[in-house]
């Protein structure tokens, strides 16, 4: 069995699942998840929904390459990366990032720096339904800016 889980679906994701599958192993002493989930707010505007569209062969590459990426850098085990396709309403979870390490540092930096670049570097593109109509999601400087210290 491998040790990254890479999935990219339409389907609501089971938290608990990825959780034990993370942390199955003896030798594991830290777990971290992230999740994600749509705002009923984003830059002022109240948003309904969310529509979340992806180039199949070159996400999963882009997410393969980051999580190679943080196993350089980092002391983990495993790594399950789940995102979200499709119309989401406000309060869906949208990702997952789970790290599991035999230490805590090692599990949050790699979990960090593993959202940290898929939010920049995978390819996702986001349209909003919002009080203010409908709109695609431009990169903000501060996600650019994020990936400066790492």
């Known amino acids: 069995m491998s040790d990254i889980q890479i999935t990219v679906q339409e389907q609501a994701f089971d938290q608990n699942a990825v959780y034990h599958w993370l942390s199955e192993q003896n030798s594991v002493g830290a777990t971290v998840i992230f999740v994600g989930k749509v705002r009923d707010l984003n830059l002022g505007n109240a948003v309904s929904s969310l529509y979340l569209e992806h180039y199949p062969a070159m996400t999963e590459k882009a997410l393969h390459e980051i999580v190679t990426q943080a196993q350089v850098r980092w002391d983990i085990q495993r790594v399950a990366v789940i995102h979200r396709i499709g119309l989401l309403q406000t309060g869906d979870e949208i990702v997952l990032v789970g790290v599991s390490s035999a230490h805590r540092r090692d599990a949050y930096q790699a979990n960090e720096f593993i959202m940290d670049f898929l939010k920049s ?30």
């Open 121 to 150: 570097k995978a390819p996702f593109w986001k349209k909003e339904q919002t009080d203010k109509g409908e709109h695609w999601i431009e990169s903000r400087d501060s996600d650019q800016e994020a990936l400066t210290r790492w």
